[in-house]
């Protein structure tokens, strides 16, 4: 029972760094996510796929880019990496159904710490 | 606009006790689902309650339940019989269209 595989789970970039966070599902999900997390935040969306081969922007997309080249795979990369990108990165996925009742199943997060 | 409002920033509540934690929604969309997940401080979201908007009843889940009051747009997550293990952040979402949308969150401490 794999679900959401988050890699990696910790990483430590220099400013100015890039990096690929990779999400992983064996669901068979149509949709998938990328949020971050900040100190007494909640989740807020960066990007979204709601199918292979396509993405979408969410609340927070500046400073990252995603590919959604397989259906069970959704990269996020971070192409210079800046202190305010420091954050706890939470992906998710969830099947697609007319009025959402699936809910998203959440991988356990990459604590990114950008110095 | 916030899209989802969660007022309560810290809840208290006495072990095997009742809790009310509020949420308010806005949107113009007809068919929309609200979820509610709780986050435990070992950091995993755990999805307890589910509720879409044509739903006529409150949903249940053991001892989660959800008041739904579409008229006013809230959907406040009510635990019965709490538990110490409870102590967690909540945390209030929306589902518009394809994107989840997240409260800013509770954080519930319960007291022995």
């Known amino acids: 029972n794999a679900g959401v595989t988050q890699t990696p789970k910790f990483r430590v970039l220099k400013t100015g760094q890039s990096m690929t966070l990779l999400c992983a599902q064996d669901m068979n999900h149509e949709y998938m996510y990328w949020y971050r997390q900040d100190p007494g935040m909640g989740l807020r969306l960066i990007h979204y796929?709601?199918?292979?081969?396509?993405?979408a922007k969410g609340e927070v997309p500046d400073g990252y880019n995603v590919s959604r080249l397989k259906k069970q795979n959704f990269l996020l990369g971070l192409e210079s990496a800046a202190p305010s990108q420091t954050s706890v990165y939470f992906c998710?996925?969830?099947?697609?159904?007319?009025?959402?009742?699936?809910?998203?199943?959440f991988g356990d997060g990459t604590r990114l710490s950008i110095l | 606009a916030q899209k989802i409002t969660q007022t309560q920033p810290g809840m208290f509540v006495q072990e095997k006790e009742a809790v009310t934690l509020d949420c308010t929604y806005d949107?113009?969309?007809?068919?929309?689902?609200l979820f509610w997940y709780k986050q435990p401080s070992s950091g995993e979201m755990i999805f307890l309650i589910y509720?879409?908007?044509?739903?006529?009843q409150n949903a249940t889940e053991g001892r989660y339940s959800l008041n739904f009051q579409k008229a006013r747009k809230s959907a406040n997550l009510v635990i019965s019989a709490s538990q110490l293990g409870d102590s967690a952040m909540y945390f209030c979402a929306m589902r518009e269209g394809g994107k989840l949308i997240f409260g800013q969150g509770t954080e519930l401490s319960v007291k022995p």
């Open positions: 509720q879409g908007s044509y739903d006529q």
């Open positions: 998710a996925s969830s099947y697609s159904t007319p009025q959402g009742a699936q809910p998203q199943h």
């Open positions: 949107t113009s969309d007809p068919s929309y689902g």
């Open positions: 796929s709601v199918g292979e081969g396509t993405t």
